[in-house]
């Protein structure tokens, strides 16, 4: 019997790199054996979240690129186009943290979708305040 690899997918924005996003990539990476990551682009920031992320959608994408459990990367380009990206990449899994929950289930037609607890007390939006006070 052929032996299939489980492909898992996931999305963010990855800005300013912290241990949050290190460990939600490392569980998804753990729940297959092969991790894609769609890096959300800075427009689809700044159409989201009224701000441009920090790193360029560039610099996001070499960062995460470069981490030893990620296998392959993409710019996510707008958020109603995950169905498509599933598809493209043919993933078995999508893999977000909790506070999407249940934002992403009508993608339970084309794969699997896991939720992942959030590591609490660390955020970007947080590190960000907080250097301003050093500042
Ligand atoms: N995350 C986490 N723990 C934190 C912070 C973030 O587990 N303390 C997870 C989020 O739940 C998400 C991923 O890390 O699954 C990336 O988080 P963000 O960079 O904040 O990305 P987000 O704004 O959630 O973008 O298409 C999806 C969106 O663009 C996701």
């Given at each position: 019997m052929e032996l299939k690899m489980r492909k898992v997918i996931t999305f963010g924005t990855?800005?300013?790199?912290?241990i949050g996003h290190i460990n939600i990539l490392k569980r998804a990476k753990k729940m297959g054996d092969y991790l894609i990551v769609g890096v959300s682009s800075d427009y689809l920031n700044f159409s989201k979240k009224q701000r441009y992320p920090v790193y360029p959608e560039t610099e996001r994408l070499e960062i995460i690129r470069s981490l030893?459990?990620?296998?392959e990367v993409f710019i996510e380009e707008s958020l109603e186009l995950k169905g498509e990206y599933i598809k493209k990449f043919k993933a078995d899994i999508l893999v977000m943290g909790d506070d999407w929950l249940g934002r992403f289930d009508e993608y339970k037609e084309l794969c699997e979708v896991s939720y992942l607890p959030r590591t609490v007390g660390i955020s970007t939006t947080e590190l960000i305040s907080q250097i301003k006070r050093y500042g």
């Open positions: 990855f800005d300013v790199l912290h030893k459990f990620v296998d």
